[in-house]
């Protein structure tokens, strides 16, 4: 067993390796958050960004992309000759190995490349990597410059112009939570994840005490990420043994999904240079609580300034609001591969661990998996059901389609639920297996109609790998303690 070391070694481990914060207010001085491409310039003319990130998200929600210095970013990448990447990237598993199946590219032609397109308003300055910018990209077709249409990010984009003809606009939070343990990330490999220490050793959700042991490494997260403009509202620890929960704060579609992404990457990072291990899976053991990906959704008009939840309707809701929540009882079956997009995720789904298992919904009622919360402009819809392993855009972009099915086709929303909805079999139900919510998703023509054909067997074959892999590529350690001995 590792020792759990005192937080506060970790927190100095990882201010060490990532060198002094500036202190002085001078030109050379590198500022938090979003910069523009004109004061990246100049950033690196006085030397405080040396290394510029370029990255766009895969369909497992990672970060891929390439390391740039300034000079080579603003000549090159936003230059003619632009900066490239293979599409291999969007036809791999987990270990980078290419799989069969896909359409677009293959062993057949290549694995050909796509183009990164800078989006300009993402890039910012990332406290957390020394004298670092990061940038997210969308991959273009070389030779036609159309987006690549199965990239996650291109995907939510999509969805969201729906939304922009209609005269709306979605906003969201993800409240993502994740394990911390004192193992360093390299000898939990080498342990298979086995007897990890985690940084808590009894149940301490919302105690005061645990969150202050644990609290010079959470203040650290929650210092950059405000200052590289992704807001946190609160952290707090969680249920589990290690387990913490970080809120972010609520924003427009895509900006919540790119803060996600840069958020989950970020604590990874830190927690590597602190030599801990922060992991999002969604069921890290079995006898202890799953970590969730709670998303809270509400409508705008197109100007971002109004609300459209509230209204004289059922429960304070708007008609328009209505239909949108009446599509997510409806739809969720369908797309709930994106709410839990691997075989793990389905361990998470145990009566009673307030992860929800059914598409009920209720008026602040945590046993549903739909829970409406908040009250005037702050109410919304908390989507309860999908896990921190989900890909940000994937999933938004699903419940995004699915509200605005509700909403177009005026379709009318069930009675709240009152009761424990576990004791409810009768409302939709979450699939029980990766197999059942793959099949959900294949026979889904609103799924098709909202996404794509194309789009739409992409994302089925990159679930039937990974399916695939599982049931034929691996025997696990339940296989051999069951039948090494006694069939």
């Known amino acids: 067993m590792t020792e759990i070391p005192d937080i506060r070694d970790a927190d100095e481990a990882f201010a060490s390796s990532n060198g002094p914060a500036p202190t002085d207010a001078g030109e050379h001085a590198t500022p938090s958050g979003r910069i523009s491409v004109d004061e990246l310039s100049r950033l690196a003319s006085t030397g405080a960004v040396d290394t510029v990130i370029c990255a766009m998200p895969d369909l497992w929600g990672r970060l891929m992309g390439k390391r740039l210095a300034p000079h080579s970013f603003l000549s090159t990448a936003l230059g003619e000759e632009g900066i490239h990447a293979s599409l291999y990237l969007f036809v791999v598993d987990m270990d980078m190995d290419p799989r069969p199946g896909y359409e677009m590219t293959s062993w057949e032609d290549g694995f050909r490349d796509c183009r990164m397109v800078p989006d300009t308003n993402t890039l910012r300055v990332i406290p957390w990597l020394p004298r670092t910018a990061l940038v997210l990209c969308d991959p273009v077709d070389e030779e036609t410059g159309e987006p690549v249409e199965v990239a996650p990010r291109v995907i939510l984009k999509r969805q969201l112009e729906r939304y922009r003809a209609a005269g709306m606009r979605l906003k969201c939070a993800t409240e993502l939570e994740f394990y911390l343990y004192a193992d360093d990330y390299r000898s939990a490999w080498e342990r298979r994840y086995r007897d990890l220490s985690p940084l808590s ?15 010079p490494f959470l203040r650290r997260i929650r210092d950059v990420m405000n200052a590289a403009d992704v807001e946190v509202e609160f952290s707090k620890s969680e249920w589990g043994l290690g387990q913490q929960e970080v809120n ?8 919540m999904a790119d803060r996600h992404a840069l958020y989950k990457t970020g604590v990874k990072e830190m927690s ?6 922060a992991s999002f899976m969604a069921k890290p053991k079995i006898d202890d609580i799953g970590s969730s990906c709670h998303v809270h959704l509400s409508v705008w008009d197109q100007d971002g300034e109004h609300s459209l939840v509230g209204g004289s309707g059922p429960a304070g809701l708007s008609g328009p609001f ?3 929540l009446a599509g997510q009882v409806q739809h969720g079956p369908d797309l709930a591969v994106t709410l839990a997009p691997n075989v793990n995720s389905y361990k998470r789904f145990q009566v009673n661990q307030f992860a929800g298992v059914n598409f009920a919904w209720g008026l602040d009622n945590r046993t549903c998996g739909l829970r409406l919360v908040g009250h005037g402009a702050s109410m919304r819809l908390e989507h309860r059901i999908p896990g921190a392993d989900a890909n940000p855009y994937l999933l938004i972009a699903a419940l995004a389609a699915a509200g605005l099915a509700g909403i177009e086709a005026e379709t009318q929303c069930p009675p709240p ?4 909805a576990a004791d409810h079999p009768e409302c939709p139900r979450m699939p029980g297996t990766l197999g059942e919510a793959l099949a ?14 194309a789009v739409c067997e992409h994302l089925a074959n990159f679930y039937r790998q990974e399916l695939d892999a599982f049931n034929h590529e691996t025997v696990t350690d339940w296989e051999l303690v069951r039948y090494f001995e006694r069939v």
Do not use: C, T, V
């Not at 050793?201 to 609290?215: F, T, V």
């Not at 959900?440 to 054909?453: K, L």
């Open 248 to 255: 972010l704060r609520y924003a427009d579609a895509l900006e």
């Open 201 to 215: 050793y009894y149940r301490s959700d919302y105690h005061i005490l645990q969150g202050s042991k644990d609290e």
């Open 440 to 453: 959900r998703f294949e026979g889904s023509g609103f799924m098709r109609d909202a996404f794509g054909p």
């Open 272 to 277: 590597a240079a602190a030599g801990m291990a």
């Open 417 to 420: 639920l009152a009761a424990n």
């Open 322 to 324: 209505g239909h949108f």
